[in-house]
């Protein structure tokens, strides 16, 4: 692994978000989820002052794999990107990476608008924000925060392809067990995949804050969310 990851025994692809645009380090920190955990990862979690934890799995996720805390004191908000579960009749996730980043786009407000008002809220931070594995639900919500915080697309792209390392899948795909015991393939992310789903926000509304406010997010969220995230 390179040095942009940080050793938190029991979670993969755990690294600070920070650097990026005007966020600064050691406010937010993104990974996969907690559910492997050790005691030792705790206390290099506590060791980062943690305060607030970010769930973005659906809830049949939480309850096959739920976060092990090991006495950690913090708050711990689910806000799933995807519809309820993998199999919603109404909604069915989709099985490939080229449909399933719009479609993430297009499901995500909701939650995406909670995590801004969440990081708004003085004494939030240091928040660590975590799916399944850290790449897919995180890294679009990643790339939005440090888009609202004026980063590149340049940098946010570099920095979302960060998590192929993080997750030994720089030569190929991998194979894992999904919640459901359902041997399934995890596949690398391209630049591609991000740039689908943001531009289906750019296409639809026009910017972010314009794709937010609908989902109740004020300019005010906004301006706080620059305040405790900005170097």
Known sequence: MTDAFIDIPGVRNFRDAGGIGA???GVLYRSGSFHTLTEDGARR?????????IDLRSPFELEVWP??????DHETLNLPTLPANREDLDRPWPEGQAELYPFMAETAGPSLAAVIRRLATP???PTVVHCAVGKDRTGL????????????EADITADFLLSNAGLDLLDGPAPYIDETGTE?????????LLTSA????????????????????TDADLTALRTNLSA
């Open 141 to 152: 919500t990643i790339a939005v925060l440090q888009s609202l915080l004026g980063a590149s």
């Open 23 to 25: 966020l600064r380090r």
């Open 45 to 53: 979690l506590k060791a980062l002052g943690l305060r607030t934890v």
């Open 67 to 72: 976060d092990l805390r090991h006495d950690l």
């Open 123 to 125: 004494g939030a931070t």
């Open 184 to 192: 399934r393939v995890s596949r690398p992310i391209s630049a591609p």
């Open 198 to 217: 943001l531009s289906w926000i750019h296409t639809h509304h026009g910017s972010l804050p314009a794709y937010l406010h609908p989902h109740g997010v």
